[in-house]
């Protein structure tokens, strides 16, 4: 009988994966500052379900630390012997090799079940384990992928390959934490992993799965009771701050960053007058007032389309960062397996993105191609005195509706 679990309990397993770190230290023992060892126990809604080793070496903590960590033995001594020299010194080949760094995390004894022995999985609990352990000045290293015989150092190798590690040997793979490509490839697969979880999908999948996507060719759009609620406060949030502005502004010119909302818009903004203020602002207004009675949000214009861009922006950083304020936000709501996943949130509640071109300096003067270059490219409204004409006439917003600010 199989033990590979059903999609749904897969994708709730997926949205509970923890990692718990373990490592003793003694305080008075010189054997444990150059070298420390971590313990990384994985489980998924309480139950173990993996772990690996990082073996962290710290090059200006040990006299020699080729010696320490060859007396680690298995692979951190076989990263010891290619990486540092008799004198316990960095290579000439890694020096060249690698960006700045000064201390070695090495990765490897992984074991994983079954339901999750992933690629996927085990690169964004590897990256979570540099997060953890490293700054940008470590080379962490893996095996490489023809050098891996068993699955689960095959999976890790992969990983690594999923994260831009780059092989150094037939052995080693090292990904460089000085580099932005490791951090880009981490949060690529990051993204993948949550897409899994909201989707009730299994651990392992095809290249070629579509993620979330239904018959028709279209996601699900709607929202999570604690996603939409967030949201919401942090599209209030934005309004009270470019009220602020309008109040403060008026008609003046702005210069980039002036102002806490205004300022962080597209330069062709700059000069609007504030009338344009005050109808950007009541875009931030009308997207809140909509989730307070829909729990549903469609931009219905090019302006709600930017509102919402940085509602979803200042929404992922409340969660980051004022975790106290949003679990009194949403507390009593209903905990989902898609709360908070504000990339999907980014993909699915816009027709296209094409506002954002705005602010790629290369295509200055997109907005003024005209209505016939436009339509050819598919752009629409982007000119700034264009960005509250709605998309359909028939979705248009009551006139009459009036300004929350005098």
């Known amino acids: 009988m199989s033990t590979q679990p059903d999609p749904a309990a897969a994708g709730a397993d997926l949205a509970r994966l923890t990692l718990d770190f373990h490592h003793t230290h003694q305080l008075l023992d010189p054997a444990a500052q150059g070298v420390q060892t971590w313990e990384v126990r994985i489980t998924a809604a309480g139950t173990p379900v993996g772990s690996l080793t990082a073996v962290r070496g710290l090059y200006w903590k040990s006299d020699n630390l080729r010696e320490r960590m060859t007396d680690e033995q298995s692979f951190p001594a076989l990263v010891a012997a290619q990486l540092l020299d008799d004198e316990g010194r960095f290579t000439y080949a890694f020096e060249e090799f690698i960006e700045s760094a000064s201390s070695i995390l ?21 990256a979570a384990v540099i997060d953890r352990l490293t700054d940008n000045y470590f080379a962490v290293v893996l095996p490489a992928e023809n050098a891996s015989t068993d699955a689960d150092s095959v999976l890790l190798a992969e990983a690594g390959v999923l994260l831009s590690a780059r092989e150094f040997s037939d052995e080693l793979q090292i990904i460089d934490t000085a580099l932005a490509a490791p951090e880009e490839a981490a949060q690529r697969v990051r993204r993948r992993l949550r897409s899994l979880a909201r989707h009730e999908q299994s651990a392992a999948w095809d ?11 279209e996601e699900d759009e709607e929202l999570t009771a604690r996603t939409a609620t967030v949201l919401r406060v942090a599209l209030e949030e934005l309004s009270e701050q470019i009220w602020q502005d309008v109040a403060a502004l008026g008609n003046a010119p702005l210069r980039r960053g002036q102002g806490r909302v205004l300022g962080s818009l597209p330069p062709i903004t700059f000069r609007q007058d504030q009338q344009w203020r005050r109808q950007m602002a009541r875009c931030f207004d009308d997207l809140a007032a909509d989730l307070a009675k829909t729990h549903t949000v469609r931009p219905l214009c090019t302006g709600e ?25 949403v507390e009593g709501l209903a905990e989902d397996r898609g709360d908070f996943d504000w990339d999907w949130c980014s993909t699915v509640l816009f ?37 509250f004409e709605p998309f359909r006439p028939d979705q248009a917003r009551d006139p009459d509706r009036g300004f929350r600010h005098p």
């Not at 090495?106 to 590897?126: G, S």
């Not at 290249?207 to 060719?217: C, I, L, Q, V």
């Not at 409340?318 to 936000?329: C, F, G, I």
């Not at 993105?353 to 050819?376: C, K, Q, R, T």
């Open 305 to 329: 389309e930017m509102a919402l861009h940085l509602g979803i922006d200042r929404a992922k950083s409340l969660t980051r960062n004022r975790p106290r304020l949003v679990a009194e936000t």
């Open 207 to 217: 290249e070629e799965d579509d993620e979330g996507w239904d018959e028709d060719g």
């Open 106 to 126: 090495v990765v490897d004894q992984l074991h994983m079940e079954e339901a999750f022995a992933d690629p996927v999985v085990v690169a964004v609990v590897v």
């Open 351 to 387: 027709e296209d993105h094409d506002v954002l071109m705005l602010f790629d300096a290369s295509l200055d003067g997109i907005e003024d191609g005209g209505n016939d270059i436009n339509h050819a490219l598919g752009l629409a409204n982007l000119a700034a005195a264009d960005w």
